[in-house]
């Protein structure tokens, strides 16, 4: 596919392209975008806005929307940095040195690259410790299985424990056969159907596992495809619940001891677990701008999280969040697309075991959240955009779909209620619109949290066309006239 590399005149404003609308609905209809105050005063012309926004025409910012996908796709330079970064540094686990070394890196990195007030805002992480794990499958027969112990657990103490294996499939069924879980070894083999249904054993295996009166708990992996990898993530304990030991095995042992179960054979096992805490440690979240032109206190926020689980190297998850979200400031830059509102890039530190770096960003800047006209995540992977799903009021999701049209030509424009981002959910609770950034997810779910999550598994291509999806679409929102309404 060609782009075409015209540059065309920058439209100074929207308003002749609404030329239909009477002159005073017009002005209701833009008062409407203005900031907060204003707004306020209009909201009895929410349908005039919404039919602004509807008419809202983008095409003037055709020409800079080219040259950013243009520049994006010029050469594979985020995923050589992506590759770089994760690399160099490794996996980056809340409370490790390879995340402080990373994010050292990137702010010696983002001041070489011109942009501006890079930062570090300071932010205490939890620190959990995975240490030996080992399980041993004792009857039917002797052999070491793969395991990977969940975000969170204790361990088993240095001996170990022994134990028979109770297989179910759901709450209900360990419900049904509570009787027969206590003193075991429960087994969570729940298929995958989606994330948010399957996730659920996960985070909350241990504690229902442990209210049946079993001394363990394990999880088949949250994933719908398989090589023999265990997949971690976290795990919640209930204060009123006894703690147990909690672990992912990989989905062919799950399905092996299932069928063992069903036989009638018995399953012993030996789990062993070394896991700890030790007190939080200092972590940050890394910030960084280009200041607007016309209005630099309102500010367009996008980007994902540094940190990433302790095993693979968080490539996908959420490096390329990351990188992306940078190389689109950093192109902005570059080629002189300075927009009317700040854009401004952060990666927060902790989503996968505390979301302390979402929280700490919200409460730092509480006071500028009215001025936060939009937040952005990339979190499901860098993979082959498809749009946005966005939360917002109607007449923003309106105008945010007129913009995602300078994506038809990368096929990258799909504009989907609802969607977001962990990182980005503390200032969308306190009212800032926010948006995901949409991909082929047929791969995801495959590597996350996995020892195979490596640069590997994403397309030097697929990242520059996620670069330019999130570049387009935060410049056009932060040069626009109006201010996105909300
Ligand atoms: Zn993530």
Redesign the pocket.
């Known amino acids: 596919m060609r782009y075409p590399s015209t540059s065309r005149p920058h439209l100074r404003s929207v308003i002749a392209a609404a030329a239909p609308l009477a002159a005073t609905a017009l002005l209701a209809a833009v008062t409407a975008f203005a900031p907060a105050a204003t707004a306020r005063q209009a909201d009895a012309s929410l349908a005039t806005a919404r039919q602004a926004g509807a008419m809202f025409d983008a095409s003037a910012w055709e020409g800079d929307a080219d040259q950013l996908i243009e520049a994006a796709l010029a050469d594979s330079a985020a995923w050589e940095r992506l590759a770089y970064l994760t690399d160099t540094f490794g996996p980056r686990f809340s409370g490790s040195r390879n995340l402080e070394r990373a994010i050292d890196w990137i702010l010696g990195e983002m001041r070489a690259d011109g942009l501006e007030n890079v930062r570090a805002e300071p932010v205490m992480v939890p620190r959990w410790v995975r240490g030996r794990e080992e399980l041993m499958l004792l009857e039917p027969h002797e052999r070491r299985l793969d395991i990977l112990g969940l975000g969170g657990s204790i361990g088993t103490g240095p001996g170990g424990l022994v134990g028979d294996v109770l297989v179910v499939g759901s709450f209900d069924e360990l419900a049904e056969r509570a009787d027969e879980a206590r003193g075991k070894i429960v087994l969570w083999n729940v298929p995958f159907t989606s994330y948010g249904s399957t996730v659920v054993y996960r985070s909350q295996g241990a504690i229902r596992a442990a209210e049946a009166g079993a001394v363990a708990s394990l999880v088949r992996s949250v994933g719908p495809f398989s090589m023999y990898t265990p997949h971690t993530g976290n795990s919640a304990y209930d204060e009123h619940v006894p703690r147990i030991p909690h672990a992912a095995i990989t989905m062919e042992d799950a399905m092996m001891m299932q069928r063992m179960q069903d036989r009638g054979h018995r399953i012993r096992i030996r789990l062993q677990m070394e896991d700890y805490w030790l007190p939080d440690a200092e972590s940050a979240n890394v910030v960084a701008e280009l200041v607007g032109t016309e209005f630099p206190d309102e500010v367009i926020v996008l980007g ?2 540094i940190d ?1 689980w302790d095993v693979g190297t ?1 490539a ?3 490096a390329g ?1 990351c990188v992306a979200a940078w190389e689109a400031l950093r192109l902005m830059k570059e080629l002189g697309l300075r927009p009317k509102r700040t854009v401004r890039v952060v990666m927060w530190t902790n ?2 075991n505390g979301l302390r770096g979402g929280n700490a960003y919200r409460n730092a800047h509480r006071d500028e959240l009215h001025n936060h006209v939009l937040a952005m995540e990339s ?2 992977g860098v993979f082959k955009p498809q749009g946005f799903g966005f939360s917002g009021s109607d007449a923003a999701f309106d105008v945010i779909t007129q913009i995602g049209k300078l994506l038809d030509p990368i096929e990258s424009g799909t504009i989907r209620r609802g969607g977001g981002g ?1 990182d980005i959910g503390p200032i969308m609770a306190e009212g800032v619109p926010g948006m995901g950034l949409n991909v082929d997810g047929s791969r995801y779910f495959w590597y ?1 949290h996995t020892k195979a999550d490596y640069v590997d598994k994403l397309d030097p291509h697929h990242v520059g066309l996620s670069v330019a999806t999130m570049a387009v679409m935060a410049y056009v929102v932060a040069d626009i006239p109006q201010r996105l309404p909300r």
């Open positions: 994902g999280h990433s968080g996908m998850d959420d969040g989503e996968e979190d499901a962990a996350h």
